[in-house]
Each structure stands twice: as C-alpha cells, then as structure tokens.
C-alpha cells in the first residue's frame, strides 16, 4: 500500500467521521426531513460518502456522537474541516449554517462562542487557508 492510499483512507475516515456526525445532528429530532436529506446528500456528494456508508450511517440503531474535546484548538480543527467541505463549492446557505452551528455546539462550544467563530470563520473562507493561518485569525 502506497502513502498515497494511508492518506486518502485516512482523510475518507475522517469523512465519514464527519459525515455521521452530521447525519447524527439531523436526526437528533426524531425523523430526518426532507430539506435534511437534501443537505445530507449534498454533504454525502462532497464527502465522496458510497451508497452503503450512507445506508449505514442513517441505520437507526447506528448513532454516532459528536465527540467533544476540551482542547480549543482540536474544536477549531474539525470545525475548519468542516468549513472546507462546505465551501467546496464557494457558498453556505442557511440550512448549511444551521447544521454547522449545531456541530460546534455538540464539540463543546457554547452558543455565543459558536455563533462568534462560524461568523470570522464565514468572513475568512472567501480565500483558501491552511490551518495555522485560520487558528491565527480565528483567535484574534
């Protein structure tokens, strides 16, 4: 196995990671909803999720939590993650914002303080960024 292909299981790992996490988020309520589902398949697509990772995620008895960290900068990494994938085409829309807000809060930020990041984090992804430079400017 080529580092190549460590690194693309890995970084869809991750994906999937992220992905779950999500899907989680959309049926802490009960049912998924249609507009839900939409924005599930759309984040599937981006996160190359197969048919079969979906089908599994989405499986009742297969809840996976968000895991919550005390370490703000690993919350700002999987936050960041998730910026990237959902400014993979260059644009969020509401539904999208409210699902990332629900994410930040489930790793442990407070209301205000996800509100507060996701909003310098909407202003900064306009360009592309590596994680040092979006750590940097989200503390500041």
């Given amino acids: 196995m080529s580092i190549a292909d460590l690194y693309t299981s890995g970084e869809h790992r991750r994906n999937l990671a992220h992905f779950a996490a999500l899907a989680t ?16 398949d759309r984040f599937a697509t ?9 089908a599994e995620v989405l499986k009742k008895e297969n809840k996976y939590p968000i895991e919550a960290t005390h370490d703000s900068e ?18 969020m829309d509401p539904e999208e914002k409210t699902l990332v807000k629900k994410y930040a809060i489930g790793l442990g930020f407070s209301g205000d303080k996800a509100d507060k990041v996701i909003e310098r984090s909407v202003q900064i992804f306009g360009g592309k960024l590596d994680f040092e430079d979006y750590l940097y400017l989200v503390k500041k």
């Fill in 74 to 91: 690993k919350r700002l990494e999987r936050l960041y993650d998730l910026f990237r994938i959902v400014y993979s085409d260059h644009e």
């Fill in 46 to 54: 981006k996160l190359d999720i197969t048919r079969a990772e979906y």
């Fill in 25 to 40: 988020l959309a049926s802490v309520d009960g049912e998924v909803s249609t507009e839900e589902k939409q924005l599930l």
